[in-house]
């Protein structure tokens, strides 16, 4: 079983989902446990739908704070769910041991106060679960100094497993990792550029930082290659190179170019989808050209190519063209100073 554990910190956020997505592809979990969700069942249904689950057990929020919510595949055979308002508890059937254990997912409070009275909680409810369960989440709690680094803002590890004897024993190679999003890095391109300072009113310093995102992103979307052409043809040509080599490890090198060039044949063709602005029936369709053609026959749609003017004349270029259109408006929207106004105001 591999699990992923996400303090999301509101799953709603325009990053958390589109990241989730590429944990998911990239680690392949049979279940995933998210905390702090700010959202309720209904959106996590979506959630589900999204990353291509089976399952999803929701603690709902309360208000705009907190909020838990498990989602697993059906691989994994989950015989019951209990909660409680900081807890997820599933009682697994687990094939490859042959046993059943419980999966507790935990969000503890930062406030040491209420955290030591979730912590008499799971103790008190251990009288359920037996000898065989495993704690995983933010438990915001360490267990000595040596968890802590760094300097003026220190970091603490507070993501954590804990197993009891009896699980321990039956997964002697059990691992804990805390893993980054490894194949893209426009999410650090998004939050350096909303963090940066600006000066003026709340509503000044917000378009100021949307306009400051949008262009970081442009920047770095030419940095990485635009739409995947240039990748497409470096893959090809590396694919080619492969097979006249054919050396030491060909097989493998051969199929894992093969995955990168379906990689950036999906994200041209998302790329185009973006922009022609439509959906395709199925996402598995190779598509592209018929998005290029939309989008080239848009561009055509928003082009004036020529202009008839009130006098029946047609516009010979496109600086007559321009004011044409000038005057239209200029005169619809002056005034021919009118005196009485009493017909209007009735």
């Known amino acids: 079983m591999r699990a992923v554990v996400w303090n999301c910190r509101g799953v709603g956020s325009p990053l958390t989902v589109p990241q989730l997505r590429e ?39 309360v208000g705009l704070a907190g909020g838990l919510a498990v989602l697993w ?66 438990l915001n709690d360490i267990i000595s100094n040596a968890e802590k680094w760094g300097g003026r803002g220190v970091k603490e590890m507070i993501d954590r497993i804990l197993g009891s004897k009896w699980w321990i024993g039956k997964f002697e190679k059990a691992s804990c990792a805390h893993i980054e999003v ?16 600006q000066k003026g009113s709340r509503l000044f310093m917000v378009q100021a930082k949307i306009k400051k995102v949008r262009v970081d992103l442009l920047s770095w979307s030419k940095q990485m290659g635009g739409n995947s052409k240039s ?75 020529v202009l008839q003017k009130r006098s029946g004349e047609w516009c010979k270029d496109e600086e007559e063209t321009c004011q044409e259109i000038l005057d239209y408006f200029q005169q619809i929207y002056t005034t021919e100073e009118p005196e009485v106004f009493s017909e209007i105001l009735e």
């Open 182 to 197: 490894e194949a893209s890095d426009h999410y650090e391109v998004v939050d350096r550029a909303w963090g940066s300072k």
């Open 231 to 305: 990748m497409i043809g470096k893959v090809k040509q590396e694919i080619k190179e492969v097979k006249e080599c054919k050396g030491d490890g060909y097989r493998i090198k051969l199929a894992s170019l093969k995955r990168k060039l379906a990689e950036a044949y999906k994200r041209e063709e998302i790329y185009w989808s973006q922009k022609a602005r439509v959906k395709w029936l199925q996402e598995e369709d190779k598509n592209t050209s018929f998005f290029h053609a939309s989008v080239a026959r848009r561009g055509r749609m928003n082009r004036i190519d």
């Open 73 to 138: 595949k059906q691989e994994l055979k989950v015989k019951k769910v209990l909660f409680t308002s900081f807890t997820i508890e599933l009682l697994i059937d687990d094939s490859e041991i042959g046993a059943e254990w419980w999966c507790i997912c935990a969000y503890a409070s930062a406030d040491a106060s209420i955290r030591r009275e979730q912590w008499k909680v799971i103790t008190r409810r251990r009288c359920i679960w037996g000898e065989s369960w495993a704690i995983m989440g933010d």
């Open 23 to 61: 944990v998911v592809r990239l680690h392949s979990p049979s279940l995933v446990f998210l905390a702090e969700t700010k959202k309720k069942k209904s959106f996590l249904n979506s959630v589900k739908q999204w990353i291509q689950f089976d399952s999803v057990f929701v603690v709902d929020p």
